[in-house]
């Protein structure tokens, strides 16, 4: 089985969760604040929440397609981050989307939830983990 890569989301950040993040191709430029403050921005539970939620949809199509069934306009998708401590753990995240499919009989909305759910690559994520790396660039030294 031979596997082509799609796409590379590039996303330079710098000052964590009180800085600010924007991609290669300046389509995202947004200012980080911490989750619960009053500070203008966004923070990366938001931005997982939005990524998964948008995935799910477009999964959730492809499955509906499969199926010869249109999904109606008003399908909607909404996505839970919490960001959790424990003395043990230390940070984690738990998730949930919950799904509207307006007009659906809710077994065939259920099998396409499903469907959606094994095909999504955010939700194979959240089940088995992700293939990922992390690597110090050496900058040069003055």
């Known amino acids: 089985m031979s596997t082509s890569k799609l796409y590379t989301a ?8 009180e800085g600010a993040a924007r991609s290669s191709d300046g389509a995202l430029d947004i200012r980080l604040s911490p989750p619960g403050t009053s500070r203008p921005g966004t923070n990366p539970e938001q931005l997982f929440a939005a990524g998964w ?8 199509g492809l499955a509906a397609k499969e199926r010869g069934i249109a999904l109606p306009g008003d399908t ?3 996505a839970s981050v919490d960001l959790h ?3 043990a753990e ?3 995240l738990t998730a949930r989307l919950e799904v509207t499919i307006p007009g659906i009989a809710d077994n065939i909305a259920a099998r396409l939830i499903e469907r959606a759910h094994e095909t999504c690559p955010y939700s194979k ?8 790396e992390v690597t110090l ?3 040069a030294v003055a």
């Open 125 to 132: 994520m959240t089940r088995g983990g992700i293939a990922a």
């Open 90 to 92: 230390g940070y984690f």
């Open 85 to 87: 401590f424990d003395a």
């Open 137 to 139: 660039r050496t900058a």
């Open 10 to 17: 590039n996303v330079h950040t710098v000052g964590g969760r």
């Open 53 to 60: 939620s948008a995935c799910f949809e477009g999964a959730l």
């Open 76 to 78: 909607a998708v909404d």
